[in-house]
């Protein structure tokens, strides 16, 4: 098998091969992050946050709903100045006000520790489904820009001509084929075929002596 000789034409095309393959993993990795940090954020946000906010709520419209209960009861007790009962119209009505505050303070705690579980359910799941991609960025693109390193210090040493000697001998060998076609070529274009010069000499040599003639 003859050993050929590769025509290396471009190593800034394997350069910036590996600077996108770091400039992609740098981009995922941040990516990666924020979005894992974000999810962090949010269930902090919901667990810590929120979840103290509303509960605070619910024990001080708990508090404002037992003060107007006790606004309604003593507007029926005591009676006004000219001795009649007093309606108790107007504490009603705030009555039903602080109650339904309270009702939508104790719907928020309910909603901020559900939603706190299923966010933290849909990190888990989210983790999960890129995780092997996590993987390759970590690993196997780092892999890759080394193998990209070896490759191109090959051909490097390869363009300085830093090659087997078969292959400079087989070069050698090729340059010194290409010299008889030229020659055969040159005698062809001054109109003699393949080997007629070789004959023409021979015809131009005297005959050789006959062995049996008499010298004397």
Request: glycine residues 6%.
């Amino acid at each position: 098998m003859t050993d050929r000789v590769a025509k290396v034409e471009d190593l800034d095309a394997i350069k910036s091969l590996k600077r996108a393959i770091w400039k992609f993993a740098e981009a995922a990795n941040v990516a990666l992050g924020d979005a894992e940090s974000e999810m962090n954020r949010a269930v902090m946000w919901l667990e810590g946050e929120q979840r103290a906010y509303w509960e605070g709520q619910v024990r001080k419209r708990h508090a404002l709903v037992e003060r107007a209960k006790e606004a309604v009861r003593m507007k029926k007790i005591f009676k006004d100045s000219t001795g009649r009962q007093q309606t108790a119209v107007d504490e009603e009505k705030a009555l039903k006000v602080a109650q339904k505050r309270l009702e939508e303070a104790e719907q928020k705690v309910i909603a901020v520790k559900k939603h706190t579980a299923r966010l933290r359910k849909e990190t888990l799941l989210y983790k999960g489904h890129v995780q092997r991609f996590a993987t390759a960025v970590q690993n196997d693109l780092p892999m890759a820009s080394a193998q990209l390193d070896g490759l191109l210090d090959r051909l490097q040493k390869y363009v300085a001509l830093d090659v087997p000697e078969t292959v400079r001998s087989t070069a050698s060998t090729e340059t010194g084929s290409d010299a008889s076609v030229t020659q055969v070529t040159g005698s062809m274009s001054r109109g003699q075929a393949p080997g007629e010069e070789q004959d023409v000499r021979e015809e131009d040599k005297p005959p050789p002596a006959d062995p049996t003639a008499n010298p004397g």
